[in-house]
């Protein structure tokens, strides 16, 4: 299956920043938004911030508004999340994803997936 792919996660100190890249594709054609998650062992899946393709509105968690920001490049049919900032409590597999969504902070919402990058602040 083909899947969107994530690059750019790490270890870094608190406070530093770190920005995620996801190449959508094809994938994108098809949709009308993409968005990051974040997953840590035992818990669900979180929506951390996703923008709309089109009109470039964006969505942030509570927790990340004034520290991430989404962004798209049509061009290349990639999506960046800059990090900065960054606290403990930000350590996660972040997932990139796809889809025709209403509520972009909702996983089910979206059809696409990568496989994750792992985020680690000490």
């Known amino acids: 299956d083909v899947q969107l792919v994530e690059s750019g996660g790490g270890s870094v100190q608190v406070g530093g920043s770190l920005t995620l890249s996801c190449e959508g594709g094809t994938l994108v054609i098809s949709s009308n938004a993409m968005g990051w998650f974040r997953q840590t062992p035992g818990n669900e899946r979180e929506g951390v911030a996703s923008?709309?393709?089109?009109?470039?509105?964006?969505w942030y968690t509570d927790s990340v508004k004034g520290r991430f920001t989404i962004s798209y490049d049509q061009t290349m049919r990639t999506t960046y999340l800059q990090m900065n900032n960054l606290k403990p409590e930000d350590t996660a597999m972040y997932y990139c994803a796809a889809g025709s969504v209403i509520l972009p902070g909702a996983p089910s919402e979206y059809r696409h997936w990568g496989q994750g990058t792992q985020v680690t602040v000490s």
């Open positions: 923008i709309f393709t089109h009109r470039r509105t964006t």
